[in-house]
């Protein structure tokens, strides 16, 4: 199982950005998606599932998205802010297998003027 991240970068307050994940090695519609971040000195946060589960913070703002035929996942994100700066993580969970747990390197997200 790989999961690769990409599109992180540098944006200003109020810009977007879509953040997308790369699954290889296993076949992506018996896994659940999900969307991660972790804020420098702070813990690990869930930011969105493809339940269309939503952190409070990004609800509004962040939108999950998933094509299977390219077994890929997105993470489109809308209005950031700067508290939005965080390395984001891709993960992805087998349906049915509780001890599957799977995560991809990361992408940085930085918000700042």
């Known amino acids: 199982v790989q999961l690769v991240e990409s599109g992180g970068g540098l944006v200003e307050p109020g810009g977007s950005l879509t953040l997308s994940c790369v699954g290889s090695g296993f076949v992506f519609t018996r896994f659940r998606m999900n969307w991660f971040r972790r804020a420098p000195g702070k813990g690990r946060e869930l930011v969105a599932s493809?339940?269309?589960t939503y952190a409070d913070s990004v609800r509004g703002g962040f939108h999950i998205s998933r094509e299977n035929d390219k077994s890929t996942m997105y993470l489109i994100m809308d209005n950031l802010k700067t508290e939005d700066t965080a390395g984001y993580y891709c993960?992805?969970?087998?349906?049915?297998?509780?001890?599957?747990?799977?995560w991809g390197q990361g992408t940085q997200v930085t918000v700042s003027s």
């Open positions: 993960n992805g969970r087998e349906i049915g297998n509780p001890t599957s747990d799977y």
């Open positions: 493809d339940s269309s």
